[in-house]
């Protein structure tokens, strides 16, 4: 058995874990199952809903929780059992609903096992997006917010898919009028989220670790964009991978090879084992 330095590893998914290609390398596989047999714990951390992460983690042999919707979702790998269900009462929805509809801006909304879009469904970016995380949208023909206030829906999260020319301003703005009362993120170059000011990926690795026992200064996070500054933030050893946004890297203590070229293999021959 080898001796590890650092009992939990938490990975983001896209863009971190897997390559550009939606894959998991071979060189990554066997860095974690090698870390896992010796007594490690991996765990994936993502911003994607529970029923788009849990059959690439079941794939991936992983077993324990599993962390979705940026930490507001967190369920047992084997049995899909939720262990905690957090989200946004409707009314709070509507209200981020509202301002979006008064930038004349399409969106998707997320409640639990689904989401909702009033997006048109010949949208390529749409389709292309519910490929990627397959799970189709439920589309929503009148206005979003009258739909989120009459069905009361109960709410993870709300997205903006955008060019990536226009992302940050439409991030920069959206922090300046919902900021105050919602975590305002980025997980991708292409989406913008607003989700519950009290969920986010740091929040989620300190659960980990208490749940597993092992102290926050002995765990390891890596991602690579917005949404996993809480958890670089929080970690031990926080990294961000090489294809990384530029305000992740300027926050973590280590920069590591990007996701296409095994990030995560990297990262756990380095901090996994003393």
Do not use: W
């Not at 589309?139 to 990536?164: N, P, T, W």
């Amino acid at each position: 058995m080898k001796k590890l330095n650092y009992g939990l590893i938490v990975s983001d998914f896209d863009g971190t874990l897997i390559d550009d290609n939606q894959q998991i390398s071979e060189k990554v596989r066997k860095s974690i199952a090698e870390y896992v047999e010796n007594g490690g714990i991996f765990a994936v951390c993502t911003g994607r809903m529970l029923r788009s992460v849990l059959p690439r983690v079941r794939a991936l042999g992983l077993k324990g929780l599993v962390i979705a919707s940026q930490g507001s979702v967190i369920a047992e790998i084997e049995s899909g059992n939720v262990i905690r269900l957090n989200g946004m009462p409707y009314q709070s929805v509507v209200e981020i609903c509202k301002t979006l509809e008064d930038m004349n801006y399409s969106f998707n909304v997320y409640a639990d096992n689904d989401f909702y879009t009033n997006i048109p469904k010949d949208n390529e970016y749409l389709q292309l997006y519910e490929q990627i995380v397959g799970v189709e949208g439920i589309y929503v023909g009148e206005k979003m917010s009258d739909f989120i206030a009459h069905e009361r829906l109960y709410c993870q999260k709300v997205s903006v898919l955008i060019e990536k020319t226009e992302r940050d301003a439409l991030y920069a703005e959206l922090k300046k009028r919902l900021g105050a009362s919602f975590d305002v993120t980025c997980s991708a170059s292409v989406l913008v989220e607003v989700s519950p000011i009290t969920d986010n990926k740091g929040e989620a690795l300190k659960f980990l670790a208490a749940h597993y026992n092992i102290p926050i200064d002995k765990t390891v996070a890596a991602g690579d964009n917005l949404n996993d500054l809480p958890m670089v933030k929080a970690a031990g050893i926080g990294v961000a991978v090489g294809n990384a946004d530029p305000a992740l890297k300027s926050v973590a203590d280590f920069v590591s090879a990007t996701n296409n070229d095994d990030a995560i293999a990297q990262i756990i021959e380095k901090f996994g084992f003393a």
